[in-house]
């Protein structure tokens, strides 16, 4: 999954909160290419508001969930300007879905998952010069 699917994002965060709504509890539900459309992160510092962004994925980035429980990503790597690939494995049951290759094991919520929309949200808490961060992620997708 390298440096940008999820960029610095990924670097500050990986865990889990949030609901699903309108969708499939089957994996076969989430089976499929999905093509990244934007990333919305929101950084709490001791619980006051600290930012808000919402950004545009460059195009060709997705996620091609398989039957078979392998994933293969390609995202994009800002720092290098070229498109990176990574190939690992996926469970999802419930709302949970767990993403495991050479460089990430993490999981995170499926907010939604209907036919054409999947939107993956995960949070974290974290302390830096000791003050509480928490950073929330929301990956939207579509077919």
């Not at 398989?66 to 390609?74: E, H, L, Q």
């Amino acid at each position: 999954m390298k440096k940008t699917l999820i960029g610095v994002t990924l670097v500050t965060l990986f865990a889990v909160a949030c609901t699903k709504s309108g969708s499939s509890t089957s994996s076969a539900a989430i089976v499929g290419k999905w093509n990244l459309v934007s990333e919305r992160v929101k950084v709490y510092l001791s619980g006051l508001p600290l930012g808000d962004q919402t950004q545009q994925q460059k195009p060709g980035q997705y996620f091609d969930f398989r039957d078979n429980g392998s994933v293969y990503i390609k995202s994009y790597d800002s720092a290098s300007n070229k498109y990176m690939y990574d190939t690992g494995s996926y469970k999802y049951g419930g709302d949970s879905l767990t993403l495991i290759s050479t460089d990430m094991n993490y999981t995170m919520k499926v907010q939604t998952l209907n036919s054409s929309t999947l939107t993956l949200y995960t949070a974290i808490d974290s302390v830096s010069l000791g003050f509480p961060i928490k950073t929330e992620l929301w990956i939207n997708m579509n077919k």
